[in-house]
């Protein structure tokens, strides 16, 4: 996904970046929970780690953040399901997002069980919605609903057919939409 991004936001012929999921009811969704846990007793048992590969390591995913938040173009999360985790790290490195009203899940619940969110959720989040609310979320854990994330200026707008996320999306592509990034730098 880094190199699309970094791709997209390259080419002259791509004036908006649209980033949504590719399966219904899922935006993005942070690592099952239940996978951390076993690896973490694993690693408190001793098992050893596996070796690292050899050659560079690919760009983490702090990095791809990052890279989203810097493209000089518009970025636009359409959060068409469940967007929790990194998922939710990611959309908030976006410019602008949009929801589904069918979404049930937005939020950094991994905070419930003691793992710190990663993907710079935890600077982005007060930024978007103020210092109270942010700490509330992050320290709680708590989910949202696409509806409720709207109420509090997580997301930009709700739409009802999660199907018309993009079309919605694309009126930023349109020349109005080509200040936005302008704007969001300023």
Not at 27 to 46: K, M, N, P, W
Not at 62 to 91: Q, R, W, Y
Request: glycine share 14%; with cysteine; net charge neutral.
């Amino acid at each position: 996904m880094f190199d699309a991004v970094a791709a997209a936001g390259m080419a002259p012929s791509v004036r908006v970046i649209v980033i949504t999921g590719g399966l219904p009811g899922i935006f993005i969704r942070h690592y099952d929970v239940g996978e951390l846990s076993e690896a973490a007793d694993a690693i408190e048992r001793g098992a050893p780690r596996a070796p690292p590969s050899p050659g560079p390591r690919p760009p983490g995913f702090h990095a791809l953040t990052d890279a989203i938040a810097a493209v000089d173009k518009p970025v636009i999360a359409a959060i068409n399901g469940l967007c929790m985790g990194g998922g939710f790290e990611l959309s908030l490195a976006c410019d602008l997002r949009i929801a589904g009203s069918s979404v049930a899940a937005i939020g950094l619940p991994e905070t419930r069980i003691g793992i710190f969110p990663g993907g710079g959720g935890t600077q982005r989040l007060p930024r978007i919605v103020g210092e109270t609310k942010a700490l509330e979320m992050i320290l709680c854990g708590l989910t949202v609903t696409g509806l409720r994330a709207h109420e509090i200026g997580i997301v930009h707008e709700v739409v009802a057919d999660p199907l018309a996320l993009l079309a919605r999306s694309g009126r930023w592509s349109s020349g109005a939409g080509l200040s936005c990034r302008t704007a969001i730098r300023l």
